[in-house]
C-alpha cells in the first residue's frame, strides 16, 4: 500500500492511476477504523479499480468544546488494517498541510446544514463540506463513499456535489452495527461498559418505530413520541432529538411510511447518532 502524506503525493499518485484509465475511489474517514470503515472500503473495491481513503480528523468540523484533541487516533493499526484489505493507497495529512495558514474560504452547506446535526453543532457541516470538497479537488475520484451513519452528512455531500457541478459520484453505503445493533462509531470507544449497554438504546427506539410503521402506523407524531419514550426511559440518556424526516430534504415528514428516523442522543458524555429507514406503505 502507498501513502501520501503531501498534497502533492496524492494528486501524483491518482494522476498514474488516472493515465491509465483507471477508476478511482476515495473513501474519507478520520481513523479510528472500524468495520464500518472497512465496509465502505469493501464497497469501493468492487466498483473500482484503485481505492484510496484518506484518514484526517478534520479541526474545522469540531466546535469548541467538542472532542477534537480526544478523538481517537491510531494511524500505525490503521494503516495495518487498510494494508490487510489490500487498500491501494492512505492519504495521511497533517493539518498544517491541509489548512495553509490564511485559508478563508469555506464551503456553506446551505440550509440543510443548520438542522438536527447543525443545530446541535453549529458550523460542523461548513467544516465537513469544506473538507470533502477538498479531498474530491486533490484527489478527483470517480466515486465516493459515505455510510448511511452519517445521515444529514451524507445528504448534504450528495447536495454539495450536485451544486458545485464536482464530477464525482456518491455511493451511500449501509449502517454497521455490533450484534447488539448499536451502529460502530469512532466514538464508542469513549463509553463506560455501563453506558455502553444504555447506548443500545437508540438502535431500540429505531426498531420500535419501524416496528409501528410496519404495522400500519402512518402517523409521524406517534411514532416520535414513541421513540422519544424510549431514549427518555434509558436512565444513562439525553435525547438531543428524535424525528421523522423526509429521506431528501431532511424536512419534518408529512406521514411515517417511507420517512427516515434518526435519533441523537448523549450516553453519559458521549453524543452518539443513528438512523433508520422506514418501511413504505406496501
Ligand atoms: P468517520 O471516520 O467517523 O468520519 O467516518 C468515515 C466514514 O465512515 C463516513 O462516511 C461514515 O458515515 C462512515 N461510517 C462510520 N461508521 C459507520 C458505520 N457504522 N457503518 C457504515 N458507515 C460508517
Redesign the pocket.
Known amino acids: 500500500m502507498e501513502q501520501a502524506v503531501s498534497k502533492e503525493e496524492v494528486r501524483q499518485l491518482v494522476l498514474e492511476a488516472r493515465r491509465e484509465s483507471k477508476r478511482i475511489a476515495l473513501v474519507?474517514?478520520?481513523?479510528?477504523l472500524?468495520e464500518?470503515?472497512l465496509?465502505?472500503v469493501r464497497a469501493a473495491q468492487q466498483r473500482a479499480d484503485v481505492v484510496v481513503v484518506s484518514i484526517f480528523v478534520n479541526p474545522t468540523q469540531f466546535g469548541p468544546g467538542e472532542d477534537f484533541e480526544a478523538y481517537p487516533r491510531d494511524l500505525d493499526r490503521d494503516l495495518a488494517l487498510l494494508a490487510a484489505e489490500g487498500v491501494d493507497a492512505a492519504f495521511t495529512p497533517t493539518t498544517e498541510a491541509m489548512y495553509a495558514s490564511g485559508a478563508q474560504v469555506t464551503v456553506d452547506p446551505g440550509p440543510l446544514g443548520d438542522v438536527w446535526e447543525g443545530a446541535s453543532r453549529p458550523g460542523h457541516f461548513r467544516g465537513v463540506c469544506t473538507i470533502v470538497a477538498k479531498l474530491l479537488s486533490l484527489v478527483g475520484p470517480d466515486l465516493a463513499f459515505?455510510?448511511?451513519?452519517?445521515y444529514q452528512?451524507?445528504v448534504i455531500v450528495r447536495r454539495m456535489v450536485a451544486d458545485l457541478d464536482i464530477p464525482v459520484k456518491i455511493v451511500g453505503?449501509?449502517?454497521?452495527?455490533d450484534a447488539d445493533g448499536l451502529?460502530?462509531?469512532?466514538r464508542n470507544a469513549y463509553l463506560s461498559p455501563g453506558e455502553r449497554r444504555a447506548a443500545t438504546v437508540l438502535y431500540r427506539a429505531l426498531r420500535e418505530a419501524e416496528t409501528l410503521v410496519c404495522g400500519g402506523e402512518t402517523d409521524a407524531g406517534f411514532v416520535e413520541r414513541a421513540m422519544r419514550d424510549t431514549i427518555e426511559a434509558e436512565p444513562l440518556a439525553a435525547l438531543d432529538y428524535a424525528a421523522l424526516v423526509d429521506p431528501r430534504t431532511l424536512e419534518p415528514a408529512a406521514a411515517a411510511p417511507g420517512a427516515r428516523a434518526i435519533i441523537a442522543a448523549r450516553v453519559g458524555a458521549t453524543r452518539l447518532i443513528d438512523n433508520m429507514a422506514m418501511p413504505s406503505m406496501a
Do not use: N, W
Not at 459515505?146 to 452519517?150: A, L, T
Not at 451502529?183 to 469512532?186: G, I, K, M, P, R
Open positions: 474519507p474517514t478520520m481513523g479510528a472500524h464500518g470503515h465496509s465502505l459515505f455510510g448511511e451513519k452519517d452528512q451524507l453505503c449501509p449502517i454497521v452495527r451502529a460502530l462509531s469512532s
